[in-house]
C-alpha cells in the first residue's frame, strides 16, 4: 500500500512541474514521462533541495466492513506517513521518469495533467500485481518550494475487501526543508 502511495505521490511532484494545459499530446489517453518533460518549463519548476512529504487520508469508505474496523482504519489512515527526499539542481531542470516513479514497470500512468496558474489537477491509475487496481484523482496548488493535493484514491482487487472496492480521500502535502544534507 505504502509503494501505492509513494508512487501517487511522485507522479504529484511530476505533475507540479508542468508548464500548463494538458500534458498527453498524442490524446492516447497516456501521459508518458517524455510527454510531461516536454510540458515541463520554468514556471513551476520545483526548485532543488530536500523536500518533506507527507500524505495522510481523512476519509475512508470500504462497504460491508464493520464500523469498529473502518474506524481504526481511519483513525490508522490519518496518521499517515512522511518522507524526506533530495531533488538535484539536475532533477529540477529536467525531471525524469525515475525521479517521479514513472518507470515502466511500476504499472502506473498518468491519464490527465492539466494546471492553470499555480492550480494542478491530474489522474493516475495503477494496475498492481495480483489484480490490484488503484485510481487517483488529485486537486490542489504547488510553487517551486512545495504543494498541497487533495487526493481522491479507488481502490479494487485488495485482498480483504469486497468487490465493492474502497475510497480513500486524503491530502498531500510538500514542502522545501533546504539544501540536501552533503
Same mark, same amino acid.
Given at each position: 500500500?505504502?509503494?501505492?502511495?509513494?508512487?501517487? +505521490?511522485?507522479?504529484? +511532484?511530476?505533475a507540479a512541474c508542468s508548464s500548463g494545459g494538458d500534458a498527453d499530446r498524442d490524446g492516447d489517453g497516456n501521459i508518458t514521462a517524455e510527454e510531461a518533460? +516536454?510540458? *515541463?518549463? #520554468?514556471?513551476?519548476?520545483? &526548485?532543488?533541495?530536500?523536500?518533506e512529504m507527507?500524505?495522510?487520508? &481523512?476519509?475512508? #469508505?470500504?462497504?460491508?466492513?464493520?464500523?469498529?474496523?473502518?474506524?481504526?482504519?481511519?483513525?490508522? *489512515? +490519518?496518521?499517515?506517513? &512522511?518522507?524526506?527526499?533530495?531533488?538535484?539542481e539536475e532533477q529540477a531542470k529536467d525531471p525524469g521518469a525515475e525521479m517521479f516513479g514513472q518507470k515502466e514497470d511500476s504499472g502506473c500512468k498518468m491519464e490527465s495533467l492539466n494546471r492553470s496558474g499555480n492550480n494542478m489537477k491530474a489522474k493516475m491509475s495503477? #494496475?498492481?500485481p495480483g489484480g490490484?487496481? *488503484?485510481?487517483?484523482?488529485m486537486?490542489? #496548488?504547488?510553487s517551486s518550494n512545495g504543494y498541497t493535493m487533495q487526493i481522491n484514491q479507488q481502490m479494487s482487487g485488495v485482498p480483504g475487501v469486497g468487490e465493492e472496492g474502497m475510497t480513500m480521500k486524503g491530502?498531500?502535502?510538500?514542502?522545501?526543508?533546504?539544501?540536501?544534507p552533503s
Amino acid at each position: 500500500m505504502k509503494k501505492l502511495l509513494f508512487l501517487g +505521490a511522485a507522479s504529484l +511532484a511530476m505533475a507540479a512541474c508542468s508548464s500548463g494545459g494538458d500534458a498527453d499530446r498524442d490524446g492516447d489517453g497516456n501521459i508518458t514521462a517524455e510527454e510531461a518533460r +516536454a510540458t *515541463m518549463g #520554468d514556471v513551476g519548476q520545483m &526548485t532543488a533541495g530536500q523536500y518533506e512529504m507527507s500524505m495522510n487520508f &481523512t476519509e475512508v #469508505d470500504i462497504p460491508g466492513m464493520p464500523d469498529s474496523v473502518k474506524g481504526m482504519m481511519t483513525e490508522r *489512515m +490519518a496518521k499517515g506517513f &512522511t518522507v524526506k527526499h533530495c531533488i538535484t539542481e539536475e532533477q529540477a531542470k529536467d525531471p525524469g521518469a525515475e525521479m517521479f516513479g514513472q518507470k515502466e514497470d511500476s504499472g502506473c500512468k498518468m491519464e490527465s495533467l492539466n494546471r492553470s496558474g499555480n492550480n494542478m489537477k491530474a489522474k493516475m491509475s495503477c #494496475d498492481q500485481p495480483g489484480g490490484i487496481k *488503484m485510481t487517483m484523482d488529485m486537486d490542489g #496548488d504547488f510553487s517551486s518550494n512545495g504543494y498541497t493535493m487533495q487526493i481522491n484514491q479507488q481502490m479494487s482487487g485488495v485482498p480483504g475487501v469486497g468487490e465493492e472496492g474502497m475510497t480513500m480521500k486524503g491530502t498531500i502535502t510538500a514542502k522545501r526543508l533546504g539544501d540536501c544534507p552533503s
